[in-house]
Each structure stands twice: as structure tokens, then as C-alpha cells.
């Protein structure tokens, strides 16, 4: 079973400053199954990032998402206001089918 | 617009049966998994399981296997949660989900099981 470590826990910055978020598999994902959402306090999980780097439909491009086997990373270049939340990696594996999620990054205002 | 309606929040008693529904719509119903998701009050979020509306093809995740049960009616575009017995540990918001692009694209607004004596 794949487990997906994400960091750091919490992550205190200021609006307009760069907000880089780390998501490690034990070991190495399809990119094709790699994904972000973001989850605001009362709200469901809204998918940001798919296929590791491709923005889902009107997502900013201030939202990018990168890397490869072990290592992802969500990169906000300047945080709005509204992007203060908690942030969640995902991984499917096959055979059988299932999905792995972190346990989640919580970006908060400083 | 694509869409998944869940029916509303339960409070329910330990023991007791539930089923919840989440109601597709927009799309082609019968082509896309459709999975659910956990989330305990205060934590993260854990896949359950898996259905195919095309054919009631099922995956469960261990960790949910013989605890709850998937299903589908595929005339209703609904998909169906249920629990034979609930037990306390099984409050939680629960949502629905259509995957997509090797991703839950849809998400819908989810369902507050809350089980208490």
C-alpha cells in the first residue's frame, strides 16, 4: 500500500507570498494519478490539480502543480486571501483499484 | 451542469440502518466511477469505495470492506451508501464523488452522518 506524506502540517505565510507544498509517496505514482484538491472550512474538497501538473477548469494559474515518482509539489506563486486552506494529495493504484489521499497541508495566514 | 445532489444530514442511534443517495446529473451517468469519501470531523479524508454505474462493479477499500455497502440504480442516476448497523465511530461527513481525468473532478456537497444514544 502506497502512503502519501504530505508537508509540512502547517504552513504559515502572508498573503502574497509563495506558498510551495510537498506531497512524498513511499513509493514511486503514475503522474496520471497524481492529483490536489483544496478544502475550505464548511465546504467539500475542490480538485485543483490533476495528472500532477494540469489545472483542473477554472482553477488560477497562480495554482501549478509539479513533479514526478516519489516527489509532487503544488506551488502557489502569491497567495490571495482565499486561497488560506487545507490542501490534500492524491494517488490512485491499481489491482485492486484505490485511492490514497495525504493527510493534508494547512495553509494559514501569518 | 454536471452535478452530484447528496440527501440531506441523519442523526441516527447506534444499531440502527442507514442509506444515503447521491443523485447524478449533467452527464452521462453510466460511463464514470463513482466513489465515497470520508471525513471524520476534524480530519482528513479516506476513500471508501468504488462503483461503476455501467455494470455495479465494486471495490471497497480494506478498510471499509464488510462495513458498509455500494450501490447503484442506474434508472435514478443515484448512487446509495449504507450501513446494516451504525456505530458511533461512524459520525462523519460523507461525500460522493465522479471520477474523472485520474481524479474526483465532482464532488458533492456531502452528508453529515452523526450517530449518538
Known amino acids: 500500500e502506497i502512503v502519501l506524506t504530505q508537508s509540512p502540517g502547517t504552513l504559515s505565510l502572508s498573503p502574497g507570498e509563495r506558498a510551495t507544498l510537498s506531497c512524498r509517496a513511499s513509493?514511486?505514482?503514475?503522474?496520471?494519478?497524481l492529483a490536489w484538491y483544496q478544502q475550505k472550512p464548511g465546504q467539500a474538497p475542490r480538485l485543483l490539480i490533476y495528472g500532477a501538473s494540469s489545472r483542473a477548469t477554472g482553477i488560477p494559474d497562480r495554482f501549478s502543480g509539479s513533479g514526478s515518482g516519489t516527489d509532487f509539489t503544488l506551488t502557489i506563486s502569491r497567495l490571495e486571501p482565499e486561497d488560506f486552506a487545507v490542501y490534500y494529495c492524491?494517488?490512485?493504484?491499481?489491482?485492486?483499484?484505490?485511492?490514497?489521499f495525504g493527510q493534508g497541508t494547512k495553509v494559514e495566514i501569518k | 451542469e454536471v452535478q452530484l445532489v447528496q440527501s440531506g444530514a441523519e442523526v441516527k442511534k447506534p444499531g440502527e440502518s442507514l442509506k444515503i443517495s447521491c443523485k447524478g446529473s449533467?452527464?452521462?451517468?453510466?460511463?464514470?466511477?463513482i466513489d465515497w469519501v470520508r471525513q471524520m470531523p476534524g480530519k482528513g479524508l479516506e476513500w471508501m469505495g468504488t462503483?461503476?454505474?455501467?455494470?455495479?462493479?465494486?471495490t471497497y477499500s480494506p478498510s471499509f470492506q464488510g462495513q458498509v455497502t455500494i450501490s447503484v440504480d442506474k434508472a435514478l442516476t443515484t448512487a446509495y451508501l449504507q450501513w446494516s448497523s451504525l456505530k458511533a465511530s461512524d459520525t462523519a461527513m460523507y461525500y460522493c464523488?465522479?471520477?474523472?481525468?485520474?481524479?474526483?473532478?465532482?464532488w458533492g456537497q456531502g452528508t453529515m452522518v452523526t450517530v449518538s444514544s
Open positions: 464523488v465522479r471520477e474523472r481525468l485520474g481524479a474526483f473532478d465532482i
Open positions: 513509493q514511486s505514482v503514475s503522474s496520471t494519478y
Open positions: 462503483i461503476y454505474p455501467g455494470d455495479s462493479d465494486i
Open positions: 492524491q494517488q490512485y493504484g491499481s489491482s485492486p483499484r484505490r485511492w490514497t
Open positions: 449533467g452527464y452521462s451517468f453510466t460511463t464514470y466511477w
